[in-house]
Nanobody, 124 residues
């Protein structure tokens, strides 16, 4: 059974940085799309960054563009480098993956595999 396991969350001051990691285990697929969603208390789930194999592109939501960077290594570990963090970045962050092409990073339903989530809190 495929598993996605996130790590790297925690408490950080505004302006600080964190690096999230997502390790895949179990049945290993060559994912067509991998990325990150987040959900803050009382808010809807938000797709913030994805990588797409079919055209080698990346997606960033307007809320994180210029501050967050997604990357991936040969073992399908996905990273999210988060810089210049703001209090509004406080949320549970989820790693997502799917083997199908043409996924929409704004639609959680487009991703079959989800991690358990890791909490990121930005506060002074």
């Amino acid at each position: 059974q495929l598993q996605l396991v996130e790590s790297g969350g925690g408490l950080v001051q505004p302006g600080g940085s964190l690096r999230l990691s997502c390790v895949t285990s179990g049945f290993t697929l060559d994912f067509a799309a991998m990325g990150w969603f987040r959900q803050a208390p009382g808010k809807e789930r938000e797709g913030i960054s994805c990588m797409f194999r079919e055209h080698g592109s990346t997606y960033y939501s307007d809320s994180v563009k210029g501050r967050f960077t997604i990357s991936r290594d040969a073992k399908n570990t996905v990273y999210l480098q988060m810089n210049m963090l703001k209090p509004e970045d406080t949320a549970v962050y989820y790693c997502v993956a799917d083997s199908r092409y043409y996924r929409d990073c704004t639609r959680g339903a487009d991703f079959a595999s989800w991690g358990q989530g890791t909490q990121v809190t930005v506060s002074s």
